[in-house]
């Protein structure tokens, strides 16, 4: 599958963006569909989660309350909701899907080309 990111940026210190994460077939209910970013000079940092089947989701810490995820089966698309944006969250926004319940970045494939989020203070 081929995964396409969208929705990135300009925003200030508290506003929110929506991105999305349009696939380019059905995706496998046994699928988990993620959002990683990467900050420049930093590593590919997990974000969030979901199963596909099940909606279930998990978040990083540094984003819990404040960025949602969820998936429009219909659409095979996948967004992250952010919320109270913050400087720190400035960086490179991927979306990609694994086999498996994980949340390390070796473990997904089909990365999409990333979208950048610049958050202003």
């Known amino acids: 599958v081929q995964l396409q990111a969208s929705g990135g940026g300009l925003v200030q210190a508290g506003e929110s963006l929506r991105l999305s994460c349009a696939a380019s077939?059905?995706?496998?209910?046994?699928?988990?569909l993620g959002w990683f970013r990467q900050a420049q000079e930093k590593e590919r940092e997990f974000v969030a989660r979901?199963?596909?089947?099940?909606?279930?989701?998990y978040y990083a810490d540094s984003v819990k309350g404040r960025f949602t995820i969820s998936r429009d089966s219909a659409k095979n698309t996948v967004y992250l909701q952010m919320n109270s944006l913050k400087p720190e969250d400035t960086a490179v926004y991927y979306c990609?899907?694994?086999?498996?319940?994980?949340?390390?970045?070796?473990?997904?494939?089909?990365w999409g080309q990333g979208t950048l989020v610049t958050v202003s203070s």
């Open positions: 979901i199963r596909w089947s099940t909606g279930s989701t």
């Open positions: 077939r059905r995706i496998f209910s046994s699928s988990v």
């Open positions: 990609a899907a694994s086999p498996s319940t994980s949340s390390y970045a070796p473990d997904f494939g089909s």
